[in-house]
């Protein structure tokens, strides 16, 4: 996915080419975590390189139509602006409970000065952000390098994360803010927190436009049912 002037030096990246790389960062986000949490098969994924790193990306063809239909209703909402988070749910299937939520917080730059905000109204499909300028100036190998530690830590995070010992299935969870045009097929959702849960926080990366910050939570090992 092409996003912006891609040169060596700063460039101004407009808002449609910071929607773009924050679209393609959630899609390969979302695609590490189901693999290194082994939500789907290893053999369901295919190598590729990103960001100038070897990723796992699905092959399977039902996730692909799913993820490709989340992406591209958030690039319409990110576009807008309405979008304040992204948040993928790993859920035990016989346990039903929450076992991780991996947290994307999107902020913006409302006047291109670098000072991004994040209005949050704690309402599901219903947060908000303000007009985005493009007026920032950064490379995109920057951008790619600040993307790059993310993944890093996604595929680093089985050597802090407790061992999910059922099988589990995924949801996403999107936050916008109210003004925000909802299609009919999707849901309100509560925001599935964790009791008695640990934080993790990742890497951030910024756009200019857009800034990113991650993180995971995930239930204590000695409360799960062994």
Not at 49 to 77: I, P, R
Not at 162 to 169: A, G
Not at 171 to 185: G, I
Request: glycine share 4%; aromatic share 8%; with cysteine.
């Amino acid at each position: 996915m092409s996003t912006a002037l891609a040169t060596n030096n700063k460039t101004e990246i407009t808002l449609k080419g910071s929607v773009a790389i924050v679209s393609e960062f959630f899609f390969t986000a979302i695609n590490s975590i189901l693999y290194q949490r082994g939500i789907y098969q290893p053999e369901t994924f295919k190598r590729e390189v990103k960001y100038g790193l070897t990723v796992l990306t699905s092959t399977d063809a039902g996730l692909l139509n799913y993820l490709n239909q989340v992406m591209g209703q958030m690039e319409s909402w990110l576009l807008e602006s309405h979008v304040q988070r992204l948040v993928v749910v790993v859920t035990g299937i016989d346990s039903e409970e929450t076992l991780e939520r991996w947290q994307f917080n999107v902020n913006v730059d409302d006047d291109g000065t670098g000072s991004f905000s994040n209005n949050d109204e704690n309402q599901m499909q219903n947060s908000s952000t303000t007009t985005a300028s493009s007026k920032g100036k950064k490379s995109i190998k920057e951008v790619h390098n600040e993307i790059q530690a993310i993944i890093r830590q996604i595929t680093a995070s089985v050597t802090f994360l407790p061992l999910l010992n059922e099988p589990c299935s995924f949801d996403l969870l999107v936050y916008t803010n109210k003004e925000a045009s909802v299609p009919k097929k999707w849901e309100d959702s509560d925001p599935r927190y964790i009791m008695n849960s640990q934080e993790v926080k990742l890497r951030s990366f910024t756009t200019s436009v857009h800034k990113v910050d991650s993180m995971v939570t995930y239930k204590e090992k000695d409360e799960w049912e062994l």
